[in-house]
Nanobody
Framework: QVQLVESGGGLVQAGGSLRLSCAASGRTFSTYSMGWFRQAPGKEREFVAAINWSGGSTYYADSVKGRFTISRDNAKNTVYLQMNSLKPEDTAVYYC??????????????????WGQGTQVTVSS
């Protein structure tokens, strides 16, 4: 029912910024909560940030709090992840995910119903 396509990844130096976008299809996008996850080589996929259907509630992993900002524009069917003060440990493939129960937030990947293909973010020292 939903297709997600991430973009905006790339190579950036430590301390720099990137803005990831996730474009979604589907008429019910505005009812979904959305999340960003990341996975580095040899590590499990980890939660980064989540936002409820309206954008009024957000939640962040401790590792990115204060540096990353999740937002959404339901008119454009798009969710964003603004990443500032990037560190080498932020290097990973970043995935966008959608959850049908949009009124609540979730940090577990198993709670999400749809996933994008990912976009690579590499932060050099």
């Amino acid at each position: 029912q939903v297709q997600l396509v991430e973009s905006g990844g790339g190579l950036v130096q430590a301390g720099g910024s990137l803005r990831l976008s996730c474009a979604a299809s589907g008429r019910t996008f505005s009812t979904y909560s959305m999340g960003w996850f990341r996975q580095a080589p040899g590590k499990e996929r980890e939660f980064v940030a989540a936002i409820n259907w309206s954008g009024g509630s957000t939640y962040y992993a401790d590792s990115v709090k204060g540096r990353f900002t999740i937002s959404r524009d339901n008119a454009k069917n798009t969710v964003y992840l603004q990443m500032n003060s990037l560190k080498p440990e932020d290097t990973a493939v970043y995935y966008c995910a959608a959850r049908r129960y949009g009124s609540t937030l979730a940090v577990g990947s198993s709670r999400y119903d749809y996933w994008g293909q990912g976009t690579q973010v590499t932060v050099s020292s």
